[in-house]
T-cell receptor, first 117, second 110 residues
Framework: AQKITQTQPGMFVQEKEAVTLDCTYDTSDQSYGLFWYKQPSSGEMIFLIYQGSYDEQNATEGRYSLNFQKARKSANLVISASQLGDSAMYFC??????????????FGSGTRLLVRP | DTGVSQDPRHKITKRGQNVTFRCDPISEHNRLYWYRQTLGQGPEFLTYFQNEAQLEKSRLLSDRFSAERPKGSFSTLEIQRTEQGDSAMYLCASMDGTQYFGPGTRLTVL
């Protein structure tokens, strides 16, 4: 079974600095996908970035990048130039196949990020 | 707004009452998912539809829970005889390759 582990319950970062949120995963599949979502206090899960297991390059989306280390089974999220609006819960998730070749998401327990002014 | 919408956003009910939540997916998405998120945890998969067909249900979905998507558009999630343990955020997502989530319905069972 797939498993996602996020070991940092909470993190602080100074505004304009970079921060890394850790995520490790466990799977026996050769092909898999990893996602990061942001959840502000309003509750909505906002998709940030995706990394496929066969992607040769680390994924980047604006200020978000994914530090993908396949041998270590880690997919850490790096947020550069932190902004106050980045304060939120961040969830790492893995794709698990459903019966019709679609997928459902398996989430970690999340990391709460607080950006200090 | 063309995102996923959910109604109501908040629901407070007494133990033993029935509640129903609605999810309207992004219009061109034929896959729709329900997740449950308890305090301090990540969301957990409950069930999934492709068009009107319910293809998978988690063991978390006890017989008090039922979900429908009668015309392959909006979906409803009903909880019968609510219990305090049902208090959670219920999230809906629709998919075109990436799952996009709605704002959730926060349920409080007193």
């Amino acid at each position: 079974a797939q498993k996602i582990t996020q070991t940092q319950p909470g993190m602080f970062v100074q505004e304009k600095e970079a921060v890394t949120l850790d995520c490790t995963y466990d799977t026996s599949d050769q092909s898999y996908g990893l996602f990061w979502y942001k959840q502000p206090s309003s509750g909505e899960m906002i998709f940030l970035i995706y990394q496929g297991s066969y992607d040769e390059q680390n994924a980047t989306e604006g200020r978000y990048s994914l530090n993908f280390q396949k041998a270590r089974k880690s997919a850490n999220l790096v947020i550069s130039a932190s902004q106050l609006g980045d304060s939120a819960m961040y969830f790492c998730a893995m794709r698990e196949a459903t019966m019709d070749s679609s997928y459902k998401l398996i989430f970690g327990s999340g990391t709460r990020l607080l950006v200090r002014p | 707004d063309t995102g996923v919408s959910q109604d109501p956003r908040h629901k407070i009910t007494k133990r033993g009452q029935n509640v129903t939540f609605r999810c309207d997916p992004i219009s061109e998405h034929n896959r729709l998912y329900w997740y449950r998120q308890t305090l301090g945890q990540g969301p957990e998969f409950l069930t999934y539809f492709q068009n009107e067909a319910q293809l998978e249900k988690s063991r978390l979905l006890s017989d008090r829970f039922s979900a429908e998507r009668p015309k392959g558009s909006f979906s409803t999630l009903e909880i019968q005889r609510t219990e305090q343990g049902d208090s959670a955020m219920y999230l809906c997502a629709s998919m075109d390759g990436t799952q996009y989530f709605g704002p959730g319905t926060r349920l409080t069972v007193l």
